[in-house]
């Protein structure tokens, strides 16, 4: 074997062990993760809203609702742009959800990943690198917890009582059916019931609508360590755009990437308070969902998977990538997230996207 060979193999080991290196940097399994929960200094942080937040959660973790990290006014005017919110902003908000500089963050949602990565962005973006990306979200964690198991058999055997107790009921009201049997299902579905009641605190992901007690803590932003590399302003965009319009997609060395859903890249749907519907001019369309694993539950699918993806709309990591949802923290988090992965260093979240864009008059659309 020939010394230009045995170089070439050992920096091909050292760049992918560097890959492998930096990609375990950010994800974190569930079976890591539960060792962690209740832990000092580690705080578990939900991406999704009020609402899933009142369904399933992770037990004592705190909400950061991503689409709210976006701090815009009325007008998707960013005051402190590019970064997602200004920075005493950023502090009092994030110290009133008990985070300090030294706090393990674990950010997670149900396991699709945007509301996820939505969070990871936003601490990224203020140099907090102590940050995991729960992948598989709380179902991961569900599917972990041996209690959660039992709990689940528990509910289908009582859904299966419900069903036959409610028919024999109609019978016994039309005197067709048996009162004894009536009786026998209701006191089965009482044990389990009272099992069940008796289980529920135990389980790792739980529902209701109190909060846990939180201790706010002083966070500092420190300015010099602001991470731009996860984060565009309106004006790169629109210096992007011009360049794909002038040189074209292939010989522009920017991509811009859309991942939203094709009735909001026409312009047919319109959330919040955006005043028009449709597109950056030049983007590339690469809805979020294509990299999430749905049938394995898994934030991100494999890496070739991913990377296939990508490579098939010509997304390669000699470009200069931007990519953007409706508010920035969300689905375009999660192709950047996902992008970064696997080694693509040149990948940002436009952090005003379209909530900026589509109320910015005199920035050009298509649809």
């Known amino acids: 074997m020939t010394k230009k060979l045995l170089y070439f193999l050992a ?3 050292l760049f992918t062990a560097t890959l492998q290196a930096k990609t375990s940097d950010y994800l974190i399994s569930a079976e890591d993760a539960v060792k962690l929960i209740g832990k000092p200094g580690v705080v578990f942080v939900t991406g999704d809203s009020d609402t899933t937040y009142n369904l399933n959660h992770i ?38 959800k008990g ?18 990565t939505g969070v990871f962005a936003f601490f990224k973006s203020f140099g907090h690198d102590k940050i995991k990306l729960l992948n598989g979200g709380y179902e991961a964690v569900k599917a972990f917890d041996p209690n959660q198991e039992i709990y689940d058999q528990y509910d289908e055997e009582y859904k299966s009582l ?60 420190d300015v010099s360590k602001i991470d731009r590399s996860w984060i565009v302003g309106k004006e790169e965009i629109y210096k992007a755009m011009k360049d794909i319009r002038e040189k074209g997609q292939k010989k522009s060395q920017y991509v811009i990437l859309d991942s939203r859903a094709m009735n909001e890249i026409i312009g047919e749907r319109k959330l919040d308070n955006v005043a028009r519907g449709g597109h950056v001019p030049g983007a590339k369309f690469i809805e979020w969902s294509q990299i999430t694993d749905f049938e394995k539950q898994l934030s991100f699918k494999d890496k070739k998977e991913m990377q296939k993806i990508f490579e098939k709309y010509g997304v390669t990591k000699d470009k200069t990538i ?33 909530d900026e864009w589509g109320n910015s008059l005199n920035m050009p659309i298509a649809r």
């Not at 990519?323 to 260093?345: F, I, N, P, Q």
Request: net charge negative.
């Open 11 to 13: 920096m091909t080991l």
């Open 162 to 221: 419900r069903r036959a107790h409610s028919k024999e009921k109609k019978l016994v009201s039309d005197g067709k059916g048996s009162q004894a049997k009536l009786d026998a299902y209701g006191k089965k579905m009482q044990e389990l019931q009272e099992k069940m009641d008796a289980l529920y605190p135990m389980l790792l992901v739980q529902g209701g609508e109190e909060r846990p007690e939180v201790e706010p803590k002083n966070y500092t932003v």
């Open 322 to 354: 931007y990519a953007y949802c409706h508010v920035g923290a969300g689905r375009s988090s999660h192709l950047v997230t996902a992008l970064k992965m696997l080694g693509y260093e040149d990948a940002k979240v436009y952090t005003g996207s379209w």
């Open 99 to 116: 985070i300090d500089n030294d706090t393990l963050v674990i950010a997670y949602d149900n396991f699709r990943g945007p509301n996820a």
């Open 59 to 96: 037990v004592g973790s705190v909400e950061m609702y991503a689409h709210h990290l976006h701090h815009s006014d009325i007008t998707g005017e960013m005051h402190c742009a590019p970064l997602f919110m200004c920075p005493e902003e950023a502090e009092e908000y994030i110290g009133s």
